[in-house]
Nanobody, 121 residues
Framework: QVQLVESGGGLVQAGDSLRLSCAAS????????MGWFRQAPGKEREFVAA????????YYADSVKGRFTISRDNAKNTVYLQMNSLKPEDTAIYYC??????????????WGQGTQVTVSS
């Protein structure tokens, strides 16, 4: 059983930066992909970024490419999401997830509780 705990959300202004963290415990080889998803009010959950523990290969949604960076620290079993040049449309609850493949929420088996990110204009 994988447990995920997110931290680092908050209220910032447009153009500011935030770094989210996701601490994982009980990691297994079948859950090689770690992803970040977000869900804004009234919208569906959408993919943001993902990384593989084994290779470090990263994946990004077009909407965040060039602004967000996902990274991992294998020794700490922690994944990070560095968010720069934040925009009001980045406002959402951000979820960390563990699964086998990136991009699709259905491929993730374990989810964190979410952390709120609010970007004011």
């Amino acid at each position: 059983q994988v447990q995920l705990v997110e931290s680092g959300g908050g209220l910032v202004q447009a153009g500011d930066s935030l770094r989210l963290s996701c601490a994982a415990s009980g990691r297994t080889f079948s859950n090689d992909a770690m992803g970040w998803f977000r869900q804004a009010p009234g919208k569906e959950r959408e993919f943001v970024a993902a990384i593989r523990w084994s290779s470090g290969t990263t994946y990004y949604a077009d909407s965040v490419k060039g602004r967000f960076t996902i990274s991992r620290d294998n020794a700490k079993n922690t994944v990070y999401l560095q968010m720069n040049s934040l925009k009001p449309e980045d406002t959402a609850i951000y979820y960390c997830a563990a699964g086998s493949r990136p991009y699709y929420a259905s491929e993730y088996n374990f989810w964190g509780q979410g952390t709120q990110v609010t970007v004011s204009s």
